[in-house]
C-alpha cells in the first residue's frame, strides 16, 4: 500500500505560518509593496518638478544679473563720452556716448518686461527707471549745450547733476538689485539641495522597503516551490503504488479470460466466446491507460532516462513494421516500408524509439480505413550533424488546424467522426512520443490537412549524446513562412507557437544561439527573435554573427530582452526590439510585418461591401503597401491593368463581374497569371466551386474567421 513520504521539518514550518497569514496577509504585502512604490515614484517626481522649478529660476536670475550689469555699463559709458566731451570739447569723444544712447531704450525695455516675473527688478525697477532717465535728461541737455558752445551753460548743468548725485543713487538701486537677486538664488539652491536630500531618503527608505518585501516573498514562492516538489513526489509514489495495485488484478482478469475462451471455443460456446473476447479487450485497453499514464508520470517527473546503443536500423524499422502488419490489415489497410540509401546504424535509446514508432503506426492504422500507410526513413545532414527522419504517412481523413494545436497535450483525443470512430485510445501516446523524442535530442512534428491524410515525422540524431538538444533542428525547410525563435526561456517558445498556431505560419525553436544559427541556415526563416540574455554566446554576439552571414544578413530580426535594451548601441543592427514581458498582440504584427517585407509592395482589395473594404485596409495598411480598392470584378480588372498588385484580396459575392469570372479573366491575361490571389468570402462553398478555387487562387478563407493580424498572416502564406 502506499506510504506517505515524511515532510521536512522546514517546510511543515513554513506551512504553519503560510496557514496563519493567509490571504489577508498576501494583499497587505501587495498594498504596502504598492504603497512604497508610490511614494518612490512621488518622491522622485518632486524631486524632478523641483530640479526644473530650480533651473527655470538660476536661468531667470541669470539674465537678470547680465542685464543689471549691461545698464550700469551703458549708463558709465554714456557718462565718459559725455565728460571727455566737455572737457577737451572733442567730437570723438561723443562716439561711446552716442553707441550708449542707442542701446538704452531697449536695454531699459528688458528690464521693465522683467519686472513682473523676478522680484527684486519688479520692486526697484520704477526707482530705476525714474533715475536713469533723469541721468540721461542731465547728459543729453549737457551736451546739447556744449555742442552749442554754451560751455559755461553746460558746466552749470553739470554741477547741478553732482549737488543731484543722480549716478550715486543710480548705481546704489541697480548694486541693490544685483545683490538681493544673488541672495534669493543662493536661497533657492539650499532650498532645491534641502529637498533634494529628503527625496532621496524617501527614495531609499522605499528601496528598503521594496526589497524586505521581495525577500518575504521569496521566501513564500520558495515555500511554495517545495510544497509543489513534495506534492510532485508524492503524486509519483501514489502512481507507483497505484499500477502495482491495479496491474495485479488487471493481469489475472486478462489471464484468466484468455483460458476461458479456450474452453468457450473448445466446447463451442460462441457467445461466451465472444464476451470473454470483449473482457479482455477491455482489461488491455486499461492496462494500457495505466501504463501510459505511470509513464507519463515518470517522463514529468524527471525519472525517465537515455540509455544510448548501436543498433541496426533497417532491422529495427523491419521488426516494427510486422508488428505493425495485422493491425493495418484489420482495416483493409496496405503497409509500405521505404528505407533510402544511407540508412544503416544509430547510436540511440532503441527501445524509446521503437515505441515511438509503434505509438505513430499504431495511430495511423486505428484511423486510416481501406488506405495505405508508409513508413519512410532517410538520413539528412545538416551542417556537421547528422539525422535520421522517419516520416509516417497515411491516406486517412486528416486533421483540422484546431485539433493540430492540441495533438500533443496529454488525454486529449481527437474528435469522433464517422471515420475515425469514438474512444479510440487514451490520448496519451503522442504527448508521450514527443517528449520521448526530445529526450533523445530530437522532435515529434506533424502535417495534416482535412481529407488528404496525415504525416507524422520523427527527426532525431544519429548519435544521441548526453545533455543533447531539447529540441531538434527541423531538417527542411517549410513550404510555410517559418519564425524562428532563438531563446533559452520555453515560456516565449509557447507564446510564439499559440499565436501562430491558427495561421499558415511554422514556428522554429532554438535554445541557445549556435543551435539558432545553424537551424537558420537550414531553415531560411521569414523572421528571427532573439533573447539578448542567453548562456553561451548571448544575443548581441549572435545578433552580430547573423548580420555578418552574407545568406542570413537579410533576415529580420527582433530583440526580445527582459533588460530595457533600446538605448544599447549594439542594438542599431537589429529591425526591432521589445522589452519582456511583450504585447503578445504588437509582438505578432511586428513579426508578420517584417515577414511580409520584401514580398510585395501593393495589394488589392475587391470587395462590393465598403464597410469590408474598409477593415480588410486597415488589417493592411500596417505594412505600408499601396492600397487599391474595387467595387466588382469588372473595377478590379481595369485596376489590375493600370497596376498590377503585389497580392489580391477578393471576395466572391459581388454584382456585374463576380470572384469566380474575375478570376478566371485575371489567369487569361499575361500580366495576371501569377498574381496570388486570397480569396476571403462567406459563401457556402461545394466541392465543385472548391476545386475550381484550388486550381485559380492560393488560399480560400472565411470571411467572419478574421481577426486582429489573421488576414495578414493569409497573406503572407498566399505570397510564398
Request: aromatic residues 4%; proline residues 4%; negative net charge.
Amino acid at each position: 500500500m502506499l506510504q506517505s513520504m515524511p515532510e521536512p521539518r522546514h517546510n511543515r514550518r513554513m506551512r504553519s505560518w503560510m496557514a496563519r497569514f493567509g490571504p489577508l496577509d498576501e494583499m497587505f504585502y501587495i498594498l504596502i509593496g504598492a504603497l512604497a512604490l508610490l511614494l518612490g515614484v512621488g518622491a522622485v517626481y518632486l524631486n524632478w518638478q523641483k530640479a526644473q522649478q530650480a533651473d527655470l529660476l538660476a536661468r531667470q536670475n541669470r539674465r537678470a544679473v547680465s542685464l543689471i550689469r549691461q545698464f550700469q555699463l551703458t549708463i558709465a559709458e554714456a557718462e565718459a563720452g559725455h565728460r571727455g566731451f566737455l572737457l577737451t570739447g572733442e567730437e570723438s569723444f561723443l562716439a561711446p556716448y552716442t553707441r550708449a544712447m542707442e542701446t538704452f531704450d531697449g536695454q531699459l525695455t528688458l528690464l521693465r518686461e522683467m519686472g513682473p516675473s523676478h522680484g527684486p527688478i519688479g520692486a526697484r525697477f520704477p526707482l530705476i527707471e525714474r533715475l536713469a532717465n533723469q541721468k540721461i535728461e542731465e547728459l543729453t541737455t549737457s551736451a546739447q549745450a556744449g555742442w552749442l558752445g554754451e560751455w559755461e551753460f553746460a558746466g552749470d548743468l553739470v554741477e547741478q547733476g553732482q549737488r543731484l548725485d543722480t549716478s550715486t543713487r543710480l548705481r546704489d538701486a541697480m548694486s541693490e538689485v544685483e545683490l538681493a537677486t544673488l541672495t534669493e538664488g543662493e536661497r533657492l539652491t539650499q532650498t532645491t539641495l534641502s529637498s533634494m536630500r529628503m527625496a532621496a531618503v524617501l527614495a531609499v527608505i522605499c528601496c528598503i522597503g521594496l526589497f524586505g518585501l521581495f525577500a518575504v516573498e521569496t521566501q513564500r514562492v520558495a515555500a511554495r516551490r517545495r510544497a509543489a516538489e513534495h506534492a510532485s513526489a508524492v503524486k509519483s509514489a501514489f502512481l507507483a503504488s497505484m499500477s502495482h495495485e491495479l496491474r495485479t488484478p488487471l493481469n489475472a482478469v486478462i489471464g484468466y479470460s484468455q483460458m476461458l475462451q479456450e474452453e468457450a471455443e473448445a466446447d463451442n460456446r460462441l457467445t461466451d466466446f465472444q464476451d470473454l473476447q470483449k473482457i479482455e479487450s477491455a482489461g488491455k485497453h486499461l492496462l494500457e491507460l495505466i501504463n501510459s499514464i505511470l509513464e507519463m508520470s515518470k517522463i514529468e517527473a524527471g525519472k525517465v532516462e537515455v540509455h544510448a546503443a548501436a543498433f541496426d536500423v533497417p532491422e529495427l524499422v523491419g521488426e516494427v513494421v510486422e508488428l505493425v502488419r495485422p493491425l493495418a490489415a484489420k482495416n483493409n489497410n496496405t503497409l509500405e516500408l521505404v528505407l533510402a540509401p544511407g540508412v544503416i546504424r544509430m547510436f540511440s535509446d532503441v527501445v524509446k524509439i521503437r515505441q515511438c514508432l509503434l505509438n505513430l503506426l499504431s495511430n495511423a492504422c486505428k484511423f486510416t480505413h481501406h488506405g495505405k500507410i508508409t513508413l519512410r526513413v532517410e538520413r539528412v545532414i545538416d551542417g556537421q550533424h547528422a539525422f535520421l527522419r522517419f516520416d509516417v504517412m497515411d491516406t486517412g481523413p486528416g486533421i483540422t488546424a484546431e485539433e493540430l494545436s492540441l495533438l500533443f497535450e496529454p488525454f486529449h483525443q481527437l474528435e469522433s467522426t464517422p471515420v475515425r470512430g469514438k474512444g479510440q485510445g487514451t490520448g496519451l501516446g503522442l504527448a508521450i512520443t514527443r517528449r520521448l523524442t526530445r529526450m533523445m535530442g530530437g522532435d515529434t512534428l506533424v502535417q495534416s490537412e482535412p481529407g488528404a491524410g496525415s504525416t507524422f515525422t520523427l527527426s532525431l540524431p544519429e548519435e544521441t549524446t548526453p545533455g543533447a538538444l531539447h529540441s531538434a533542428l527541423p531538417l527542411r525547410a517549410s513550404e510555410k513562412p517559418t519564425v524562428l525563435v532563438i531563446d533559452d526561456d520555453t515560456a516565449i517558445h509557447g507564446l510564439v507557437r499559440r499565436l501562430f498556431e491558427k495561421h499558415p505560419v511554422d514556428v522554429a525553436v532554438a535554445r541557445n544561439g549556435e543551435e539558432g544559427i545553424a537551424m537558420a541556415r537550414v531553415l531560411d526563416p521569414r523572421v528571427i527573435t532573439l533573447d539578448v540574455v542567453m548562456e553561451g554566446a548571448d544575443g548581441w554576439e549572435i545578433l552580430r554573427r547573423l548580420k555578418a552571414d552574407p545568406k542570413l544578413a537579410r533576415i529580420p530580426v527582433i530583440l526580445l530582452s527582459i533588460l530595457d535594451t533600446h538605448g544599447d548601441p549594439r542594438g542599431f543592427l537589429a529591425d526591432q526590439v521589445f522589452t519582456k514581458p511583450v504585447d503578445v498582440d504588437r509582438l505578432s504584427g511586428a513579426i508578420l510585418r517584417h515577414a511580409a517585407a520584401g514580398r510585395a509592395q501593393s495589394a488589392l482589395i475587391v470587395d462590393d461591401n465598403p464597410d469590408a473594404r474598409i477593415l480588410l485596409k486597415k488589417q493592411l495598411q500596417s505594412l505600408g503597401w499601396a492600397i487599391y480598392e474595387a467595387a466588382d470584378g469588372a473595377e478590379a480588372l481595369e485596376t489590375c491593368a493600370k497596376v498590377l498588385p503585389g497580392v489580391v484580396v477578393l471576395d466572391l459575392m459581388m454584382p456585374n463581374v463576380d470572384g469566380f469570372e474575375f478570376l478566371s479573366r485575371l489567369r487569361a491575361t499575361d500580366r495576371g497569371r501569377a498574381t496570388p490571389v486570397l480569396v476571403v468570402t462567406a459563401m457556402d462553398l461545394d466541392t465543385t466551386q472548391r476545386q475550381r478555387l484550388k486550381q485559380q487562387a492560393a488560399a480560400v478563407v472565411s470571411k467572419g474567421s478574421l481577426r486582429g493580424n489573421d488576414l495578414i498572416a493569409q497573406v503572407l502564406a498566399t505570397l510564398e
